[in-house]
């Protein structure tokens, strides 16, 4: 299942987070939209201002996100070059620090410029190595000053969410270009059913039957879902008829709102047992933002 079923796939894991990035052609950008919020100030920041501002920043920032992981403290340190592999190079990045205009440090972005020059004429490529941003203002500003950036042409990012919304920001959205090769990044595997589907929100006022299967037997049997009126979720074994029929690999790909039932019916992945369910499962799973896993492991 999911090109993986000699690995990952047979003991019912499956992908719930993918990832991609893109190339921006600064020229044909115009730039940003001259109505957009860019408020706030940029600062350059040192390593050592990194390391203290970093992790509250991605805290906040990946809990408005699911799929998103907790960065421990020594990952912050590779980052800034305090920490490095036995034989890993390390070049470091240009960080700027975005704060609002009470001072809260709102973002943050790293960044490197391979100086090249074609013809006589500059023809940089500026490769974003991370960009934070816990308000629209922030991503806004960030962007703002790497398309403004002296000599450089285009901008990588390698990494980025399904709908970074980027493009939209810019005069001509047509001059973002996706990377070759997106590839899906996390890979979850349920183990017990009520923990994790009560851990999420979800639309108010629903309710599903999913018949599960699971040859290790962890999620095994039919479960009924039922949401609250405040998005909360109740979830418990259930002797009646189920409404849609999956395999644990299947639940999984939903969880994070990464995938759709009605998916994964047309692919022969779900069974609808009544008319409807897929439908109704792509409004309970579905997520406001996609879900998108930065850091790779």
């Known amino acids: 299942m999911w090109g993986r079923s000699g690995g990952y796939g047979r003991y019912g894991f499956a992908p719930a987070t993918r990832h991609g990035g893109f190339t921006v052609d600064v020229t044909a950008s115009g730039g940003l939209r001259p109505d957009l919020d860019t408020s706030g100030t940029l600062r350059e920041a040192a390593p050592e201002e990194v390391r203290r501002l970093g992790p509250a920043l991605f805290d906040e920032a990946r809990r408005s996100r699911a799929g998103a992981v907790s960065r421990p403290e020594w990952s912050w340190r590779r980052r800034t070059g305090a920490a490095l592999l036995p034989g890993e190079e390390w070049e470091a990045p240009t960080v700027l620090v975005h704060r609002d205009g009470a001072g809260e440090a709102r973002g943050l972005v ?3 410029v391979d100086g090249k020059w074609s ?3 500059p023809d940089a490529t500026l490769t974003v190595t991370d960009l934070v941003a816990t308000t629209a203002q922030a991503r806004r500003a960030l ?3 790497l398309l403004s950036v002296d000599w450089v042409r285009r901008i990588e990012v390698p990494d980025a969410a399904p709908d970074d919304p980027l493009p939209l ?6 001059a973002v270009r996706p990377l070759p090769h997106p590839a899906d990044c996390l890979w979850l595997r349920l183990l017990d059913l009520p923990a994790a589907l009560t851990a999420r929100t979800y639309p108010p006022g629903l309710r599903l039957a999913l018949r599960v299967a699971d040859p290790a037997g962890h999620v095994d049997g039919v479960w009924l879902l039922r949401t609250g009126a405040d998005g909360s979720a109740e979830v418990t074994p259930d002797g009646g008829p189920a409404d849609l029929a999956l395999d644990a690999a299947a ?6 709102g990464g995938e759709q039932a009605s998916r994964l019916v047309a692919a022969g992945l779900a069974t609808e047992l009544t008319p409807g369910a897929a439908r109704r499962a792509d409004t309970l799973f579905r997520t406001t933002a996609e879900p998108w896993c930065p850091d790779h492991f």
């Open 110 to 112: 790293a960044y490197t």
């Open 119 to 121: 013809d006589r004429v």
């Open 143 to 145: 962007w703002a000053h």
């Open 169 to 174: 920001l810019l005069r001509d959205p047509r």
């Open 251 to 256: 639940l999984t790909a939903l969880h994070l």
